[in-house]
C-alpha cells in the first residue's frame, strides 16, 4: 500500500473503473451503470489511486439506503493484487458510512468467489444467508453482513 492513495471517485474516474471491470471474469457493472452511480446521491464510490501513475488501481461502490448499505462493486487491478487495496478501500467506506450513521453493511458473493469471500471473512463480515441461483449462470451467492454500530 505504499503510495496508494483513496479517494471519492467521481466521473473523472469512471473510464478507468471500467477498464478494471471489463477484465473480471464475471463482469458486474456496465459503462453506463457506473455513470448512473457516480452521478447517483444515493450510491459512493472510492477509488485507490496509484500516487506514482495517478492510476485507479481499485475500486468499492455502495448504495445508501435508510439504516444500511449494499456493496455493489469491489475490485483490484490484476496487477495490484494482495497488496491489500480491497481491504483499504472497505475499510475506507466502512468509516465513511460510519460516519454517516449507517448501521449495517450488505454484500452478495459468489459461493465460487474464494478471495472474495476470504476478504470479507478478515473483515468480520458473515454469512447471514444464501440466495439459490441468484446469478446469470445460476450459481448461488452468499449473503454476508457487518454490523457498523
Ligand atoms: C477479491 C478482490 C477484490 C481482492 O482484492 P485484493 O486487493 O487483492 O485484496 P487484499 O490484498 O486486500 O486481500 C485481503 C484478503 O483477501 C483474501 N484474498 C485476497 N486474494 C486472495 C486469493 N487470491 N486467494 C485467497 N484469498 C485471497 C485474503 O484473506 C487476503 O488477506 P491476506 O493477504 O492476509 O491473505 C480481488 O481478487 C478482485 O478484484 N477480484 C475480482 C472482483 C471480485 O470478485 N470482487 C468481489 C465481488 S463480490
Known amino acids: 500500500m505504499n503510495n496508494i492513495s483513496i479517494t471519492k471517485a467521481d466521473v473523472s474516474h469512471l ?37 506514482t501513475t495517478n492510476k485507479v488501481v481499485g475500486y468499492i461502490g455502495c448504495e445508501l439506503l435508510v ?4 456493496i455493489t462493486a469491489v475490485a483490484t ?12 478501500l472497505l475499510k475506507a467506506l466502512e468509516q465513511h ?4 450513521q449507517i448501521e449495517s453493511i450488505f454484500l452478495e458473493v459468489r459461493t465460487s468467489n474464494i478471495p472474495a469471500i476470504n476478504l470479507y471473512t478478515k ?14 449462470n445460476l450459481e448461488d451467492a452468499n449473503i454476508m453482513k457487518k454490523d457498523l454500530i
Open 15 to 51: 473510464n478507468q473503473i471500467e477498464a478494471i471491470e471489463k477484465t473480471l471474469e464475471h463482469r458486474n457493472l456496465s459503462y453506463d451503470s457506473i455513470k448512473k452511480d457516480l452521478e447517483n446521491e444515493n450510491t459512493y464510490y472510492l477509488v485507490a489511486i496509484d500516487n
Open 123 to 136: 473483515l468480520n463480515y458473515s454469512k447471514i444467508s444464501t440466495r439459490a441461483k441468484y446469478y446469470d
Open 67 to 70: 439504516e444500511h448499505a449494499d
Open 77 to 88: 487491478d490484476k496487477d495490484y493484487l494482495k497488496q491489500g487495496i480491497a481491504s483499504s
Open 97 to 100: 458510512l460510519q460516519e454517516k
